[in-house]
């Protein structure tokens, strides 16, 4: 069982930046056997692919529309996982999702754990 918890979420003008935290709480399974994985979903739309981070946070993947102004890390010793927001554009307001997953991908499906999100606004 994965227990995931986000914070740091809030409203921010156009060019602002935030610092989202994702904190895991795992039973059975060390933290750093899981990929992680950032998603969002705007009001009205699909949830959607953000970033993701591999076991060892060696490896880096993004959304084409984050890529260049995101930035996943993590901590495997704090088992949280973070993304940094730069440049942010009023099309990134969503609620953001951390996800983990054995294996992860792209796509929400293939997600097993969940956190309940937390709301990014940006303001034009």
Same mark, same amino acid.
């Given at each position: ?23 895991? $709480? ?15 979903? $705007? ?56 996800? $983990? ?24």
């Amino acid at each position: 069982q994965v227990q995931l918890v986000e914070s740091g979420g809030g409203l921010v003008q156009a060019g602002g930046s935030l610092r989202l935290s994702c904190s895991c $709480a795992a039973s059975g399974r060390a933290f750093d056997t899981y990929v992680m994985g950032w998603f969002r979903q $705007a009001p009205g739309k699909e949830r959607e692919f953000v970033a993701r981070i591999s076991r060892g946070g060696g490896m880096t993947y993004y959304a084409d529309s984050v890529k260049g102004r995101f930035t996943i890390s993590r901590d495997n010793a704090k088992n949280t996982v973070y993304l940094q927001l730069n440049s942010l554009k009023p099309e990134d307001t969503a609620v953001y999702y951390c996800a $983990a997953d054995r294996y992860g991908s792209e796509l929400p499906s293939t997600m097993d754990y969940w956190g309940e999100g937390t709301l990014v606004t940006v303001s034009s």
